[in-house]
């Protein structure tokens, strides 16, 4: 449900941006009464969609080719964090909880708990940053040939 709800929350964002970019130069132009309305093409609709950005402009700036081996290498870090962070979470994580369910109710168990897991979750956190907005962007950058990765700002 929460991937959804991103995934519903980005393409309002970016249906906003859109609409906030095109609707002014339509009706600038409808208020002129020049002959020509500047309407974006279907195809540029769609690869904004798909491009890691939420700003419109008609044109991106485009590199030459796409790196497969750069592809490939991004979604392969994709994939050993997400082995990586499995890993903290059954070996750090869940044993500290599975402790806790045996035992019976006190706070003390559950401040030290919560500390326990302070740790883990901060690495699992670093690596959700590092394997969404710097791999896994990257690589749809990379396949689009999206020239402008400041992903960061």
């Not at 499995?86 to 044993?95: A, D, G, K, T």
């Not at 003390?108 to 940053?129: A, D, E, K, Q, T």
């Amino acid at each position: 449900a929460a991937l959804l709800l991103a995934f519903q929350v980005r393409l309002v964002m970016k249906a906003h941006s859109f609409i906030r970019e095109n609707v002014p130069r339509v009706l600038s132009s409808v208020k002129d009464k020049s002959g020509t309305v500047h309407i974006p093409r279907i195809s540029q609709y769609l690869y904004f969609l798909f491009a890691p950005t939420l700003i419109y402009r008609d044109n991106y700036p485009r590199n030459p080719t796409i790196r497969w081996g750069y592809v490939a290498t991004k979604f392969a870090q994709v994939l050993g964090s997400l082995f990586y962070a499995y890993y903290i979470f059954v070996r750090l994580c869940i044993p500290q909880f599975r402790n806790s369910s045996q035992e019976t109710f006190n706070l003390r168990g559950l401040v030290l708990c919560i500390f326990n897991s302070i740790l883990p979750g901060v690495l699992i956190l670093f690596l959700v940053f590092f394997a969404f907005l710097h791999c896994w962007l990257n690589a749809f950058a990379e396949m689009l040939r999206f020239a402008d990765r400041m992903f960061y700002k």
